[in-house]
């Protein structure tokens, strides 16, 4: 006989490399594929009035390694930009704001490019800067500006498709809101761990049935050790099966049976053992109101699937390819893909593997049923088959932002709602929204310096319904008295918060705000509105 031998030499660890130790926080939050995205990125800032807010989102986005940043600003430095921007000094008086900053900026990574409009002493020619530089990712601005900057930058985004972001900040208050120039997608959402948990326990498969009859075939004869391992999808699976002998094969639907046949798991614990209980029936009983459910479609996975295209070519992309497929295969099975995970349970290793490769093993066939239905349609030939797992996996999670018209009847539907719900908050009931806030900084658009007589009589020309609320004339007091100047604090925690959803953006991960943020920095709330 010839002896086999094995080579028993430990394998080398990899060594991370040293741009996986100087991102390897962030690379836990995005991964490698969120990280390409982010250094692949080029973002251009169109800055303006006191330019410290803008310059407090490019930092924290310099930070993580972004690819390359541009600042558009013509503004020359002066003393009061010194009290807050806390990147300049007395140095840099009479210098270039943007050149400054942007040398600044770089000096916090090397691996990032920065370069700044204008170049010389002439005006900012913002037309000419987008028209004459690399395709801009994404587009970030800061409030107050001209109308002529404003129109351009929303030609180039309609135009190339580019996410903007406006970026105002005074005094004690600040907004930022999120202008998406199409539907916006996302696959990975990062949902929480807990609610992904999908182990179909009411519409078990051949392989899963016929582990749990395996193992529960003679399920009170198995000594204390066996019977205290067994996992807890398994007890569930096979008391189910108790459960619709004795109910007409219906399995428990509403609270009250749930109640019982959690009853039914619990009185099956053994508790005559050393623990004198079973931690694997405590964990089948704590997982009957989360497990045993129907499968159901979440109405943000309709909402895809029931999206109608404005035209065609934004049907062509591969989400759209592949959640037609997905939806086909919900439409055959009445369910989604199984993503595959499994939760930790009390088992032994060889079994919690054998149930584990189960679930994978089904994760990947429902894949590849997808990944066939993909190759069918058109332009389906191109899509990575990584992109089918994904999409797979998160099916149930799967996120699509229509973006809002953000026109003035939408914004006169949102201020009724607000101001009715503030009659309630007076109550005690709710916090009070900070609508008038947003409205009072966006009556500042283009002019930083108003009275709040002002600024009143242009809410009211928008809203004339609500130009005499107190609060609302409060807000104006408040932002007049700013006179369009930063507070550094202020900026820099709003900064921080448009540098987030920015990279939501990029890295396609997570789910963007929909779609204005408003700041109050005097109570240190915020409010989301969609707008």
């Not at 009290?83 to 900026?105: C, M, P, W, Y």
């Not at 079973?278 to 699937?305: C, G, M, W, Y």
């Not at 309630?424 to 900084?441: D, H, K, N, Q, R």
């Amino acid at each position: 006989m010839t002896d086999i031998i094995v080579d028993q030499a430990v394998p080398a660890l990899s060594v991370p490399s040293e741009k996986e130790k100087k991102y390897d926080r962030q690379l836990r939050l995005w991964a490698a594929s969120g990280q390409a995205a982010l250094e692949s990125a080029n973002i251009l800032l169109v800055n303006s009035g006191s330019g410290t807010v803008g310059v407090e989102t490019l930092k924290n986005l310099v930070l993580p390694g972004i690819g390359k940043f541009t600042i558009a600003d013509d503004a020359v430095v002066d003393e009061a930009d010194l009290g807050v921007n806390f990147f300049l000094d007395e140095s840099h008086i009479g210098k270039s704001r943007a050149q400054s900053s942007t040398e600044l900026l770089l000096e916090l990574n090397p691996e990032v490019q920065g370069d700044w409009y204008p170049q010389n002493s002439e005006p900012l020619n913002l037309q000419h800067v987008l028209g004459n530089t690399t395709p801009f990712t994404m587009i970030l601005y800061t409030l107050p500006t001209t109308p002529e900057n404003l129109h351009a930058i929303e030609s180039y985004s309609l135009e190339h498709k580019t996410p903007v972001i406006s970026i105002h900040s005074a005094g004690f208050y600040s907004y930022f809101r999120i202008h998406l120039p199409g539907v916006f997608p996302i696959v990975d959402t990062h949902p929480d761990a807990t609610s992904t948990t999908d182990l179909r326990l009411l519409a078990p498969w051949e392989e899963l049935e016929a582990l749990s009859e395996e193992m529960t075939k003679d399920i009170d004869n198995l000594n204390n050790h066996d019977h205290g391992h067994l996992p807890f999808v398994v007890i569930l699976l096979h008391y189910l099966k108790v459960w619709k002998a004795s109910h007409n094969g219906a399995a428990p639907s509403n609270y009250k049976e749930k109640v019982e046949f959690r009853k039914l798991v619990a009185e099956a614990t053994r508790t005559d053992n050393a623990e004198g209980g079973e931690e694997n029936f405590e964990e089948a009983v704590d997982a009957v109101l989360k497990t045993i459910l129907p499968h159901s479609l979440p109405s943000a996975v309709r909402q895809v699937f029931e999206y109608k295209h404005i035209d065609d070519r934004e049907g062509k992309s591969s989400f759209w390819i592949i959640s037609d497929a997905v939806r086909e295969f919900y439409e055959k099975h009445q369910c989604l893909p199984v993503p595959g995970g499994l939760p930790d349970m009390k088992a032994q290793s060889s079994v919690y593997i054998r149930l584990q490769n189960i679930y994978k093993a089904k994760a990947r066939k429902d894949a590849a049923e997808v990944l066939h239905s993909v190759r069918q349609k058109p332009g389906g030939e191109a899509v990575d088959p990584a992109e089918v797992e994904l999409f797979c996996k998160n099916a149930a999670f799967v996120k699509l932002i229509v973006p809002s018209d953000g026109g003035n009847e939408q914004l006169r539907i949102v201020a009724e709602q607000e101001f009715a719900n503030d009659k309630m908050a007076e109550e005690g009931v709710m916090p009070l929204s900070l609508l008038p806030i947003y409205l009072a900084l966006r009556a500042t658009s283009h002019t930083a310096t108003q009275s709040p007589h002002e600024i009143v009589t242009k809410i009211r020309a928008l809203l004339p319904d609500f130009g005499d609320n107190e609060r609302l004339i409060q807000a104006a007091q408040e932002v007049s008295r700013a006179g369009g100047g930063e507070l550094h604090n202020i900026s820099a925690v709003t900064g921080g918060m448009v540098a987030q959803e920015t990279i939501k953006i990029i890295t396609k991960q997570y789910v963007p705000i929909e779609n204005t943020c408003i700041f109050d920095g005097i109570a240190s709330r915020c409010q989301v509105l969609r707008l």
